[in-house]
């Protein structure tokens, strides 16, 4: 079954720049969604197909997919971001399923 | 207004079966594209997709708990139910239903349930 890599923690400066990468075979070719998860709270979707917002999501956040890493960004990064985020993907291959990968701490220094 | 809300046991024995039923308000789980997905998280650790709907009644298992899960829908009722077999404490976690919808071959998971902790113990 497909494989999702994440780096287990990131950390930054408030005010700085955050990239999250989110590492697969081909992950180019799919389509990535990132969900961000408070503590304590259920997971909420900040970025799908790659690079949409849902509507209420900040343009701080963005996202990307290119060959094997696909990338979510988060720009001006504030105390509130503290989240785990996880990346997740549609597996089209023989098991049709839902994959997601192991998640990234994102600590706000 | 979408919303989704998982109901249970919140205790469960080892070995035996566990029921989970979302209900859901806000769209309708006949239309095209609409799907309802299971996602687990055991305390401290990831999320784990376990299995989605579709608006015609396909499903989708996890292939590496495809033999323990069934997953169904009254579209009447807005309610999807998951029922798990053989139940053992690594099963214990938070367990959450979404709303799921397809594009381009993909789904993604828009709206959560606020989740239900279910524990496995004797």
């Known amino acids: 079954s497909y494989v999702l890599t994440q780096p287990p923690s990131v950390s930054v400066a408030p005010g700085t720049t955050a990239r999250i990468t989110c590492g697969g075979n081909n992950i180019g070719s799919k389509n990535v969604h990132w969900y961000q998860q408070r503590p304590g709270q259920a997971p909420v979707l900040v970025i799908y197909?790659?690079?949409d917002r849902p509507s209420g999501i900040p343009e701080r956040f963005s996202g990307s997919n290119s060959g094997n890493t696909a990338t979510l960004t988060i720009s001006r990064v504030e105390a509130g971001d503290e989240a785990d985020y996880y990346c997740q993907v549609w597996d089209s291959s023989s098991d049709h399923a839902g994959v997601f990968g192991g998640g990234t701490k994102l600590t706000v220094l | 207004q979408i919303t989704l809300k998982e109901s249970g046991p919140t205790l469960v024995k080892p070995t035996q079966t566990l029921t989970l039923t979302c209900t859901f308000s806000g769209f309708s789980l006949s239309t095209n594209g609409v799907g309802v997905g299971w996602i687990r998280q055991p305390p401290g650790k990831a999320l784990e997709w376990l299995a989605l709907i579709y608006w015609d009644d396909d499903k989708r298992y996890s292939p590496s708990l495809k033999s323990r899960l069934t997953i169904t829908k009254d579209t009447s009722k807005n309610q999807v139910v998951l029922i798990m077999t053989n139940m053992d404490p690594v099963d214990t976690a938070t367990y959450y239903c979404a709303h799921g919808f397809l594009f381009s071959s993909s789904w993604s998971l828009d709206y959560w349930g606020q989740g239900t902790l279910v524990t496995v113990s004797s």
């Open positions: 197909y790659d690079s």
